[in-house]
């Protein structure tokens, strides 16, 4: 500091000119320069350094105003009516192609029958037989909220969806405005969210994947804070949003790990013990699951996992790199990172960067993951969390880039790239708008019909399915599932290497079914028992999306055979079907 009396002692002076105080009016020497700096040269420059600082609050007072769009929460006001009113168009889209509205997957329906029975006081896809068929306990549970309130109205779970949406967009502008992105950058996050993720299609299909972005967006966020030692983030909240993270969905636990790495790189024991959070939902339940004879983990992880393997092959990891290739947003959201963390890294310190670098760790651990032990695909929902992880990333990457020393930043060929892959991204994220328009047509004519036939052939009736949902809750009949997701034994013969028609049809005849509506071939069934007299098939064009382009109806009680052959005869399944009879 220049000593008290010239008149600078107010104001540090620049790198440069630091000295060491003077000493009994000895002369100072400058650092930089071999002279001797006298106390009229420091006068001189304190008075510089006074200067620059009016100049630099006079310019701070003259800095253009954010956009009227951007001051204070207004853009996450936007963002949350742009999802709704996104939704909205979509719903209407859905409705006037199909005549009412229906969703994307026929998961949802499997979702809305089990909250449909567990108001009833049991968990499962028939009443009273429990079935562990939902990775989402506490989606389950929301969905059992909603329809105790509204009924089993097919409208719940999108609403639930669209609400925790709108949620979701104001919360990621309140981060925006917290790691102090620049309003451009804000909007550039919100209009990721709504078309690179895409965050209104995950509301669409009327499941939890909605929440598993918001909470894996907000684990993150919590874990790098504590991780770094900033205010604000503290460990009861980190712990709470561990456990709400893999209550919404297992793979909440990669994200747990990645945050986990992170707080022993940065010796945060507190923070890995907040971790631990993690097991209660785990533990409750596996305690509920073997205590009804089921495995630990939801019959749906174990039916489209490798956990339905015997021995140590259920463990080991099984990447799905040819499904990876077919999620392009997810290949380029991975690239995008990638590329803009590198560039960060040549641009910025490693001080300067802490966030940023913390997050695009965050992501790739987790990328690593999902892509060794999960799966990718089946309407953009399993990877939307990974897309809104890296879209996270890169913005702070971006953001960093953007305020280095003008000499570092990168070149134009390098931030050409960067437009190049997220334009690719937000054309692809617009075409997802009309593959998901698609699918809700192809349930419609196809897993909605078969409920349709299914309660005007055989009510009442048990019936064989791999497609459960719609059959179950529209249908409003009972299933034996031939894929397992509502059955054990088949999860268990599947587990053993026992698994064939014979087994199949074991199961039907336990169970009592009437009819069968199945895709007749592998994975979906294991083969078709012999005693099973065909009704007929139904035949879709080329390019249908949906379960399969060819359903086989089957008669299991020889004394409906003729009459489930009639009403086969009878019924309209529409206009793009092709009727095959029975011989």
Same mark, same amino acid.
């Given at each position: 500091?220049?000593?008290?009396?010239?008149?600078?002692?107010?104001?540090?002076?620049?790198?440069?000119?630091?000295?060491?105080? $003077?000493?009994?009016?000895?002369?100072?020497? #400058?650092? =930089?320069?071999?002279?001797?700096?006298?106390?009229?040269?420091?006068?001189?420059?304190?008075?510089?350094?006074? =200067? %620059?600082?009016?100049?630099?609050?006079?310019?701070?007072?003259?800095?253009?105003?954010?956009?009227?769009?951007?001051?204070?929460?207004?853009? !996450?006001?936007?963002?949350?009516?742009?999802?709704?009113?996104?939704?909205?168009?979509?719903? %209407?889209?859905?409705?006037?192609?199909?005549?009412?509205?229906?969703?994307? $997957?026929?998961?949802?329906?499997?979702?809305?029958?089990?909250?449909?029975?567990?108001?009833?006081?049991?968990?499962?896809?028939?009443?009273?037989?429990?079935?562990?068929?939902?990775?989402?306990?506490?989606?389950?549970?929301?969905?059992?909220?909603? @329809?105790?309130?509204?009924?089993?109205?097919?409208?719940?779970?999108?609403?639930?969806? %669209?609400? &925790?949406?709108?949620?979701?967009?104001? !919360? @990621?502008?309140?981060?925006?405005?917290?790691?102090?992105?620049?309003?451009?950058?804000?909007? !550039?996050?919100?209009?990721?969210?709504?078309?690179?993720?895409?965050?209104?299609?995950?509301?669409?299909?009327?499941?939890?994947?909605?929440?598993?972005?918001?909470?894996?967006?907000?684990?993150?966020?919590?874990? /790098?804070?504590? #991780?770094?030692?900033?205010?604000?983030?503290?460990?009861?909240?980190?712990?709470?949003?561990?456990?709400?993270?893999?209550?919404?969905?297992?793979? !909440? &636990?990669?994200?747990?790990?990645?945050?986990? /790495?992170?707080?022993?790189?940065?010796?945060?024991?507190?923070?890995?013990?907040?971790?631990?959070?993690?097991?209660?939902?785990?533990?409750?339940?596996?305690?509920?699951?073997?205590?009804?004879?089921?495995?630990?983990?939801?019959?749906? @992880? /174990? &039916?489209?996992?490798?956990?339905?393997?015997?021995?140590?092959?259920?463990?080991?990891?099984?990447?799905?790199?040819?499904?990876? @290739?077919?999620?392009?947003?997810?290949?380029?959201?991975?690239?995008?990172?990638?590329?803009?963390?590198?560039?960060?890294?040549?641009?910025?310190?490693?001080?300067?960067?802490?966030?940023?670098?913390?997050?695009?760790?965050?992501?790739?651990?987790?990328?690593?993951?999902?892509?060794?032990?999960?799966?990718?695909?089946?309407?953009?929902?399993?990877?939307?969390?990974?897309?809104?992880?890296?879209?996270?990333?890169?913005?702070?990457?971006?953001?960093?880039?953007?305020?280095?020393?003008?000499?570092?930043?990168?070149?134009?060929?390098?931030?050409?790239?960067?437009?190049?892959?997220?334009?690719?991204? *937000?054309?692809?994220?617009?075409?997802?708008?009309?593959?998901?328009?698609?699918?809700?047509?192809?349930?419609?004519?196809?897993?909605?019909?078969?409920?349709?036939?299914?309660?005007?052939?055989?009510?009442?009736?048990?019936?064989?399915?791999?497609?459960?949902?719609?059959?179950?809750?529209?249908?409003?009949?009972?299933?034996?599932?031939?894929?397992?997701?509502?059955?054990?034994?088949?999860?268990?013969?599947?587990?053993?290497?026992?698994?064939?028609?014979?087994?199949?049809?074991?199961?039907?005849?336990?169970?009592?079914?009437?009819?069968?509506?199945?895709?007749?071939?592998?994975?979906? /069934?294991?083969?078709?028992?012999?005693?099973?007299?065909?009704?007929?098939?139904?035949?879709?064009?080329?390019?249908?999306?949906?379960?399969?382009?060819?359903?086989?109806?089957?008669?299991?009680?020889?004394?409906? *055979?003729?009459?489930?052959?009639?009403?086969?005869?009878?019924?309209?399944?529409?206009?793009?079907?092709?009727?095959?009879?029975?011989?």
């Amino acid at each position: 500091m220049v000593p008290r009396g010239l008149g600078v002692e107010h104001h540090p002076l620049p790198h440069h000119l630091k000295r060491q105080p $003077l000493r009994d009016g000895a002369p100072v020497a #400058s650092r =930089q320069q071999d002279r001797v700096v006298q106390p009229r040269d420091a006068e001189r420059a304190g008075r510089r350094v006074s =200067q %620059a600082v009016r100049d630099g609050e006079h310019g701070a007072a003259n800095a253009p105003a954010d956009p009227w769009w951007a001051r204070g929460s207004r853009l !996450g006001y936007l963002g949350a009516a742009a999802l709704a009113v996104v939704v909205a168009m979509l719903t %209407a889209l859905a409705v006037a192609a199909n005549g009412e509205f229906n969703y994307a $997957l026929d998961d949802a329906y499997i979702h809305l029958r089990m909250a449909e029975n567990l108001t009833g006081g049991v968990l499962g896809i028939n009443p009273g037989e429990f079935a562990s068929a939902s990775s989402s306990p506490i989606w389950s549970a929301l969905l059992a909220m909603g @329809v105790a309130i509204a009924g089993p109205k097919i409208g719940v779970p999108l609403v639930l969806a %669209a609400l &925790a949406g709108v949620i979701t967009m104001w !919360g @990621v502008d309140r981060w925006s405005r917290s790691v102090d992105l620049s309003p451009y950058e804000r909007l !550039g996050v919100m209009v990721g969210m709504l078309v690179v993720v895409p965050l209104p299609l995950m509301a669409m299909l009327g499941m939890e994947h909605v929440l598993q972005v918001a909470t894996a967006l907000l684990l993150v966020h919590l874990g /790098v804070e504590v #991780s770094n030692g900033r205010r604000g983030a503290t460990l009861a909240w980190l712990a709470a949003a561990a456990l709400l993270a893999t209550s919404v969905r297992l793979e !909440g &636990a990669f994200v747990v790990l990645a945050i986990a /790495v992170l707080m022993i790189l940065r010796r945060r024991w507190d923070g890995l013990v907040a971790l631990a959070a993690v097991a209660a939902p785990i533990v409750v339940v596996a305690a509920i699951n073997v205590g009804q004879g089921w495995p630990v983990v939801p019959a749906s @992880v /174990v &039916a489209k996992s490798g956990l339905s393997e015997s021995g140590i092959a259920r463990f080991l990891p099984a990447p799905h790199g040819e499904q990876f @290739v077919r999620a392009p947003r997810l290949v380029i959201a991975t690239f995008l990172c990638g590329l803009t963390w590198y560039l960060a890294h040549r641009a910025v310190s490693r001080a300067q960067r802490q966030r940023s670098r913390a997050w695009s760790m965050a992501f790739f651990i987790v990328f690593f993951l999902h892509y060794c032990y999960a799966q990718f695909g089946w309407l953009y929902r399993y990877e939307a969390y990974l897309v809104a992880l890296a879209l996270f990333a890169t913005a702070l990457n971006v953001h960093d880039l953007v305020r280095a020393p003008l000499e570092r930043r990168p070149s134009r060929v390098a931030w050409c790239a960067v437009a190049v892959l997220a334009l690719i991204a *937000t054309v692809d994220g617009l075409g997802a708008y009309r593959n998901t328009l698609e699918s809700t047509a192809a349930v419609h004519d196809q897993q909605l019909t078969m409920a349709r036939f299914a309660a005007e052939a055989c009510p009442g009736c048990r019936v064989v399915a791999n497609d459960i949902g719609a059959l179950a809750f529209a249908g409003d009949v009972e299933v034996t599932d031939a894929v397992g997701l509502a059955d054990v034994r088949v999860l268990e013969a599947k587990r053993d290497g026992t698994y064939d028609s014979t087994a199949l049809d074991r199961f039907a005849t336990d169970d009592g079914a009437a009819l069968a509506i199945v895709y007749a071939y592998p994975p979906w /069934v294991p083969g078709v028992p012999l005693r099973w007299e065909p009704i007929g098939k139904w035949h879709y064009p080329d390019g249908f999306n949906a379960g399969g382009r060819e359903v086989s109806f089957f008669s299991l009680d020889p004394a409906r *055979t003729d009459e489930l052959r009639a009403a086969f005869d009878e019924f309209d399944p529409g206009e793009i079907v092709t009727v095959e009879p029975a011989d």
